[in-house]
């Protein structure tokens, strides 16, 4: 399975933007897919899960911001990001916790 993330760039502090994942096979079957980021320096770390059924959780730092997403008819995962910060900015993964990672997409929040 490929997870192919896009929709990253750059965008002013207090700004939105939302980032995609989409799958190469049906993500029906994966029960849990999420999203994490890793930014320079640090390590990588979990910013949203959506289950199958839709239910979510977010990181603390990200919680009332963030919103978590998924289409299974599109096989696709989403984060939609209201306001972004300069802390935001990473290179955020698509994971499927089946066992599958996307090859990430930058996010550059400018202050």
């Known amino acids: 399975v490929q997870l192919q993330a896009s929709g990253g760039g750059l ?3 207090g700004g939105s933007l939302r980032i995609s994942c ?3 096979e049906s993500i029906i079957s ?3 897919m999420g999203w ?3 930014a320079p320096g ?3 770390e979990l910013v949203a899960t959506v289950t199958s059924g839709g239910s979510t959780n977010y990181a603390g ?3 009332g911001r963030f919103t978590i997403s998924r289409d299974n008819v599109k ?3 989403y984060l939609q990001m209201n306001s972004l910060k300069p ?3 990473a290179v955020y993964y698509c994971h499927a916790f089946s066992g599958y990672w996307g090859q990430g997409t930058l996010v550059t929040v400018s202050s």
């Open 61 to 63: 730092s990200v919680k």
């Open 75 to 77: 096989n696709t995962v």
């Open 22 to 24: 989409v799958a190469s």
């Open 42 to 44: 640090k390590q990588r």
């Open 36 to 38: 994490f980021r890793q």
């Open 11 to 13: 965008v002013q502090a």
């Open 87 to 89: 802390e935001d900015t």
């Open 30 to 32: 994966m029960n849990v």
